[in-house]
């Protein structure tokens, strides 16, 4: 069994850590949910940018000074890069739009009251652009900026999937020394019987040398990990303290953002540097007056072994001669607790469209009219998919019958698709605000609805409104891995 380390950053560069700079965008920002979604986020002093099609509409309803990009997921080329620039968690509140037949007042207050009260139809876009191929090109837009649960693989190689780098010695030959190394790949090294890379060689002090080191080429664009904490390298260790250096310039000579890792002799291990532990160094002195390091610039990285730690200080663990270290991976991780980066509201009854044996006239309408209204189910349950196979951190919420009244009311959190019910879009949204900073809501799919039957109206005393909710009371109730689609798929 490996072992993990975990380096604490020093106390004095700690001030680069990401913080409430990180920007939410809300898809879908001025449907019901939507739109109430943007004003918990404003209320709580939380970045906010909506993707919106309509500006004009946008405008008038989420006022002047909203941080605004126009594009429409079912066209997959309206959603520019530059638009995510900064994003780092989405609400998507996006949804095909269904209307009545015979039309709807300006307001929409037929499509308020929920198609139990109107003859329903699609309007616009058809549910397989919306649900399906628009979730395809939103996750597409947005998975660089938000990151990915697993990291991204920065060089290495793990099971089928290998990235090398050019990597190149750089020893103290260049100060005269004598000390030599390379970095090379063993292709049965690995703790598998698989590839590894090696950097290995001999160190020497003769001639006032010291130091050996691999650095890679600059590479052809910069690697952007401003998704992640840090970076988390997969070596078999020697005994010895090591440094990794990344730059964020394609100079040569330049400040080198620097962590040291001690390892562990003979043995597989996984050693993680958060970035926020990372020291400006160049020629082994710190840079007190360094720019902050910015993890969506990354050029270049090297690996040292050397006599020399910082600013005059020996390396503990530094005797000369020949040295070895195996790395099969590094990669990018977020740190624990991992909480959602993607929160999508789908719908109750997604699973039940093909569910056996079900008595369709006990199920809301959609379920019914499921066919009649373009698979609207159906797609809604392939978009949700499409999530939770993509990687990034999730919360799929699944709410009952949507109402414009007010949040507050009892809720029961439920997993497997099967009950029917009312609640509020108030609450929906302040329940897809509180999944954003959950760890307990991660990787979790739920269906839910306030405890009040259809039958009764919920209202909301002014002078004595409901106290808030801990949603986490609820979240901590939830499973992984329960969809629905367990009824759906034969048992192999």
């Known amino acids: 069994m490996g072992l993990h380390l975990l380096l604490s950053p020093a106390p004095e560069y700690s001030k680069n850590k990401m913080g409430n700079s990180d920007i939410v965008l809300v898809a879908g920002a001025t449907g019901g949910v939507g739109r109430r979604v943007v004003d918990i986020l404003r209320m709580k002093g939380i970045p906010v940018r909506v993707l919106v099609r309509n500006e004009e509409k946008a405008r008038r ?50 499509y308020s009251q929920g198609i139990k009260f109107f003859e329903p139809e699609i ?23 938000v990151g990915l649960q697993n990291g991204k693989l920065v060089y290495g190689f793990e099971g089928n999937v290998s990235r090398t780098l050019d990597w190149g010695a750089l020893d103290d030959v260049v100060m005269g020394g004598v000390s030599e190394s390379t970095f090379q790949i063993d292709p049965n090294g690995s703790e598998n019987g698989g590839p590894t890379g090696v950097f290995k060689g001999v160190v020497s002090t003769a001639n006032n040398g010291g130091f050996t080191s691999a650095r890679t080429r600059n590479f052809p664009l910069p690697e952007d990990l401003s998704a992640y904490d840090g970076l988390e390298l997969r070596l078999k260790g020697d005994g010895r303290r090591y440094k990794l250096i990344i730059r964020t310039s394609p100079d040569w000579d330049t400040v080198g953002y620097t962590g040291s890792f001690d390892t562990i002799e003979g043995q597989w291990q996984s050693v993680r540097l958060p970035f926020s532990s990372l020291r400006p160094i160049f020629r082994a002195r710190t840079v007190s007056d360094a720019a902050p390091f910015n993890p969506s610039k990354i050029i270049s990285l090297q690996l040292m072994f050397s006599k020399f730690e910082y600013d005059g200080k020996l390396n503990p663990t530094f005797v000369e001669g020949a040295f070895q270290l195996p790395l099969s991976s590094i990669r990018s991780y977020i740190k624990d607790p991992i909480t959602p980066r993607f929160v999508h509201v789908s719908s109750a009854g997604v699973t039940r469209p093909d569910r056996p044996g079900l008595d369709l006239s006990r199920q809301p309408p959609a379920v019914r009219l499921n066919k009649e209204l373009g698979f609207i189910l159906t797609f809604k349950l392939k978009g949700e998919d499409l999530i939770r196979e993509s990687g990034i951190p999730y919360t799929i919420v699944r709410p009952c019958a949507l109402t414009e009244e007010p949040a507050g009311a009892d809720l029961i959190f439920e997993q497997g698709d099967n009950i029917t019910g009312k609640i509020s879009r108030e609450e929906v949204a302040l329940i897809c605000v509180a999944a954003l900073e959950s760890p307990y809501g991660s990787g979790k799919t739920f269906e839910v609805k306030s405890v009040i039957p259809f039958s009764e109206p919920f209202t909301v005393d002014p002078e004595n409104p409901p106290p808030e909710k801990d949603y986490n009371v609820y979240f901590k109730t939830l499973k992984d891995g329960i969809t629905g689609k367990e009824i759906l798929e034969p048992v192999s």
């Open 123 to 145: 309007k616009g876009d058809s549910p397989e652009m919306v649900e399906y191929n628009g979730m395809k090109s939103l996750i597409n837009a947005v998975k660089g900026s």
């Open 61 to 110: 309803m989420l006022g002047p000074d909203i941080d605004m990009v126009i594009g429409d997921i079912t066209k997959e080329g309206t959603l520019k890069p530059e638009y995510f620039k900064g994003v780092k968690k989405v609400i998507n509140a996006v949804s095909v739009i269904v209307g009545p037949k015979e039309g709807d007042t300006p307001d929409r207050a037929k």
